[in-house]
């Protein structure tokens, strides 16, 4: 790296720490003023390109970078805000398919900064909680897409949708991916509650799209389009995945879409629900240029689908034996990589290296996850909000029985420990946690 590529790195180093000074994003204030009065002070960045919002329990991420890249594909400028990273901040903010610099990074922190500062005084002076984590880089990631400029910006809600951050924007189309029970803490112990809150991305002339939902769901859901005379497609009814079929690296699908036919699209994604996000990104995307009403070239769209990425869901990152990296951290997430691990490998076994952050079902998660696994390794990633080794080994052995579980203190041991259980023709899965996936990828180069 060039003394400039260092010293700009140091600069990105820094907004990091300064943004981790503040309040986590696992900690979010139930509020959108404060958001609300930094853009306002900001000239309001989020109204300066066409917005597709997407809230909703598992699949956000990989819907949004694959409608990003179909909009990419059309010739758009495209704004991308995903979370969380794997590796460096900088991967949340994508422009243009790539992340943003370090130097941009910098630049956008500079101008945003003074404004973070008003609005944490005025908030402390009307004994509030200052600008909290997700609050500050939602400002920023706006501002950064203002700067660039982008034509579009394809925006994953943080957590649930009403009073989150990024919900200070108003969407043209609003996304909803299948809604389950995750951060019940925050967001409610019931499907309905949930769905409540997410629904609250909804705005006046959305255009709605949303995947296939529980009743309690689509309650929330169909009441919030009836309130703003916003029009609904629906996953199974408006559009679907007509054929799934596999792939070099990944699937060859078939989409119905709201407006055409798209068949024999490459998707370098594995798992059936995968495709499903493709069908999703693809009616997204007919409804934000021409609601729904005109077909979408069929070289844009598959040029924008195999290009998509999804990085840390049913990624291979090594072979001999294979090694495969999934983020999922709820039982509904755990179920859709159960299957996809059960359609798109055939090992002759398959050992899970697992870890679990400590608000997590990890009941519901291995439960999942035991009929497809042969045998478990048991270990924590750096995350202090980790389950203890110990803690989690006894839990997954109430489960799996205790001969098919071992444990090891961290993720390069438990690693090593997988990859020797398996063999050469085995596969090895590393799932629990974000953070843990994480550790394993950058272990892997990835």
């Known amino acids: 790296m060039s003394s400039t590529g260092a010293f700009e ?48 329990t598992n699949g956000k991420t990989s819907t949004a970078r694959i409608t990003e890249s179909i909009l990419r594909a059309l010739g758009l400028r495209t704004g991308l805000m995903t979370s969380p990273h794997l590796h460096r901040i900088n991967e949340r903010i994508v422009i243009d398919g790539e992340p943003i610099s370090d130097r941009m990074l910098a630049d956008n922190w500079a101008d945003v900064e003074p404004f973070l500062a008003i609005v944490d005084a005025e908030l402390v002076a009307n004994s509030e909680p200052p600008l909290t984590y997700f609050e500050a880089l939602t400002a920023l990631t706006f501002a950064a897409f203002a700067d660039a400029p982008v034509d579009v910006a394809v925006i994953e809600a943080g957590m649930g949708g009403e009073w989150d951050a990024t919900n200070v924007a108003d969407a043209d189309v609003a996304v909803f991916t299948p809604i389950a029970l995750d951060h019940t803490e925050y967001l409610g112990d019931t499907i309905s509650l949930i769905a409540a809150t997410k629904a609250g991305i909804i705005k006046p002339a959305s255009r709605v799209v949303s995947a296939h939902q529980s009743q309690d769901a689509w309650d929330h859901i169909m009441l919030a389009c009836e309130k703003y005379e916003a029009p609904l497609r629906i996953f199974g009814r408006d559009f679907s995945l007509t054929s799934v079929e596999p792939g070099v690296g990944g699937q060859v699908i078939s989409v119905e879409g709201i407006a055409g036919h798209y068949p024999g699209l490459a998707l370098p994604l594995l798992g059936d629900h995968q495709g499903e996000n493709a069908a999703l990104a693809i009616a997204a995307v007919e409804s934000f240029l021409h609601n729904g009403t005109q077909m979408l070239a069929r070289e844009v769209v598959e040029e924008g689908v195999s290009l998509a990425s999804s990085p840390g869901r049913l990624q291979v990152v090594s072979a001999n034996p294979t090694v495969v990296v999934d983020a999922a951290h709820n039982p ?32 519901g998660i291995v439960e999942a996850l035991d009929p497809v696994v042969d045998h478990f390794v048991v270990t924590q990633s750096q995350s202090d909000r980790s389950i203890s080794v110990h803690d989690l080994a006894d839990a997954v052995s109430a489960i799996a029985g205790p001969d098919r579980v071992d444990s090891r203190g961290n993720s390069e041991e438990a690693l090593s420990r997988a990859e020797d259980l398996a063999g050469a023709e085995g596969g090895v899965l590393v799932t629990g946690s974000i953070t843990l996936v994480a550790e394993v990828a950058a272990g892997k180069g990835r």
């Open 9 to 56: 790195r140091q600069e990105a180093d820094a907004v990091m720490a300064a943004l981790m000074a503040r309040v986590g994003e696992k900690r979010p204030e139930r509020r959108l003023h404060a958001i609300r009065r930094v853009t306002e002070l900001l000239g309001d960045p989020q109204r300066m390109y066409g917005v597709i919002h997407l809230a909703g």
């Open 332 to 363: 509904h997430g755990a179920e859709a990589l159960a299957g996809a691990m059960m359609t798109s490998f055939s090992f002759d076994r398959l050992v899970c290296v697992i870890g679990i952050l400590q608000e997590k079902d990890l009941v």
